[in-house]
């Protein structure tokens, strides 16, 4: 089982990248999917997340800005990043709680994508 994570980037202030987290493997369901970034010398915080009925939470820093979906036909969560600021600069982790067996339910992360917003 493997989440791999592509999109992020160079990016001016006020523009907008999208990310994109593709779930690959053996898997009977997939939970709930997120993301989350780390900036440097911070620790890892929730951006947003999605449930499997498609309920959604952001953290409060990107409200309004960042959009989570998912498309579970391809197995993948996206987010929609717009008028991004320097502080959103930061490595973006997917994770997705994935069900591999009856009764089994593990937590997955991503690799992890760069997302630089500088002009």
């Known amino acids: 089982v493997q989440l791999q994570a592509s999109g992020g980037g160079l990016v001016q202030p006020g523009g907008s990248l999208r990310l994109s987290c593709a779930v690959s493997?053996?898997?009977?369901?997939?939970?709930?999917m997120g993301w989350y970034r780390q900036a440097p010398g911070k620790q890892r915080e929730l951006v947003a997340s999605?449930?499997?009925?498609?309920?959604?939470n952001y953290a409060d820093s990107v409200k309004g800005r960042f959009t989570i979906s998912r498309d579970n036909a391809k197995n993948t969560v996206y987010l929609q990043m717009n008028n991004l600021t320097p502080e959103d600069t930061a490595v973006y982790f997917c994770?997705?709680?994935?069900?591999?067996?009856?009764?089994?339910?593990?937590?997955?992360w991503g690799q992890g994508t760069l997302v630089t917003v500088s002009s």
């Open positions: 994770n997705a709680g994935l069900q591999t067996a009856p009764l089994w339910v593990q937590n997955y």
């Open positions: 493997g053996s898997i009977l369901s997939i939970k709930v």
């Open positions: 999605v449930g499997s009925g498609a309920s959604t």
